[in-house]
């Protein structure tokens, strides 16, 4: 019989993993679907999602794996949430990848880190000694929006280009309004940046209005650089990366007087213990990262709030550049997950509870207006006032 040391020797024994990165809101979902919808049906994968902020919704919209023709047992998904699994402490990573490889015996590691996060520290990380002869690691798989990359205040950001400097492989969506002359142009930049990817221009299939896959050959492509090896990781390359204090405060009942000095008494009982998924509901957080203002809520599944009425709230919040949750309304359970050019919802499952997470672009009053309407975001947003908001759309 086996014993537990050479049992445990096996399962960490060159585990193909692959890194699907892309800057916020780039369409990392859809892939990632498209390649655990085109799993062996015979093989056991393990998906972990890297989360900046503190709710943790992405596994939630990740749908297709629940599609009935794939066995739900051979499909293990972990989230990591509150802050950057890139940054200079290594202990989060490791945790989550041991705990992922030692409960779930996976076949195949699939790692999506947050799109705010520069990926260079991870591709460090997972260069380490003791990953390599754990983890087999792929070509580095990174998505970039044509609509994005139109916007010069994305093709001149750091964050943005880091994700095209550290990728094996560039897949390319929502560029079918780019002109023959802005895609050459496209390339120019590309290359620029990263001489040795290889490009995939993906064009999609919209199955529903809610639910876009890749063409076939693009899958077929795709599936072909999960047994391709990563030059990208092989440099063990290095980046620094800093993390400003959260903050998370405690949220009254709707139809509760919400005052500034119970308000500040949450605050100080939390200030040493942020968020966490034990934490009495309602709550908010918010905090700083890099020139983005995070912050998210998490109600009781009781409270139900008007649909329309929420989604006018969330599109007027200022300067928002990611908008994702799951949350009961008037009309049920509705997925939410809003981007400036894709606003998508549909229902779900009943949850545990609702969860709403929004990401807002710091600046001064005259930087990074994405809507006409929108007003720039400051640190000094008053958080208060959109708790209330917030707590008046409750039925």
């Known amino acids: 019989m086996m014993n537990a040391a050479s049992k445990k020797s096996t399962v960490f024994q060159n585990i193909p993993c692959t890194l699907v990165t892309g800057f916020l809101g780039a369409g990392k979902t859809t892939v990632i679907n498209q390649l655990l919808a085109s799993k062996p049906i015979d093989e056991r994968w393990a998906l972990l999602i890297n989360e900046f902020g503190r709710i943790g919704i992405d596994g939630s919209l990740l749908v297709n794996f629940q599609d009935e023709a794939i066995d739900k047992n051979s499909i293990a998904i972990r989230e990591v949430s509150g802050g950057c699994i890139c940054c200079t402490s290594q202990l989060p990573l490791q945790i989550a990848i041991s705990r992922l490889l030692s409960d779930h015996h996976p076949q195949r590691l699939i790692i999506e880190p947050t799109g705010l ?43 943005f280009q880091a994700h095209v400097k550290d990728a094996d492989v560039l897949v390319i969506n929502r560029y079918a309004h780019l002109s023959d002359s802005d895609k050459q142009a496209l390339q120019a930049w590309i290359a620029e940046l990263n001489t040795q990817v290889h490009v995939i221009w993906a064009s999609t299939v919209q199955a529903t209005p809610d639910n876009a896959s890749l063409a076939t050959t693009d899958i077929t492509a795709l599936n072909n650089q999960l047994a391709t090896p990563s030059h990208i990781i092989a440099q063990q390359r290095t980046v620094n990366i800093s993390h400003p204090p959260k903050r998370s405060v405690g949220l009254r009942p709707p139809n509760t ?51 329309d009425e929420l989604q006018e709230w969330l599109l007027r919040l200022p300067s928002w550049q990611r908008i994702k949750g799951v949350v009961h309304t008037s009309d049920g359970w509705l997925q939410i997950n809003f981007t400036p050019d894709s606003l998508t919802t549909s229902t779900v499952a009943s949850q545990l509870d609702s969860r709403l997470e929004v990401i807002l672009q710091a600046g001064d009053e005259s930087d990074h207006m994405d809507l006409e309407d929108a007003s720039p975001v400051t640190s000094a947003i008053d958080w208060e006032v959109r708790d209330r908001e917030l707590m008046t759309l409750v039925i």
Do not use: C, F
């Open 257 to 307: 007087a919400l005052s500034p000095t119970s308000l500040s008494s949450a605050t100080q009982a939390n200030k040493d213990n942020l968020v966490s998924p034990d934490a009495e509901l309602p709550y908010r957080y918010h905090e700083t990262q890099q020139d983005m203002i995070l912050a998210g809520w998490r109600l009781p599944a009781h409270y139900v709030l008007h649909a």
């Open 117 to 159: 996060a520069h990926p260079r520290e991870l591709i460090h990380q997972l260069s380490a000694p003791h990953w390599q002869t754990a983890l087999q690691m792929q070509a580095v798989i990174t998505v970039l929006s044509g609509v994005q990359w139109q916007q010069d205040k994305y093709r001149s950001h750091d964050g």
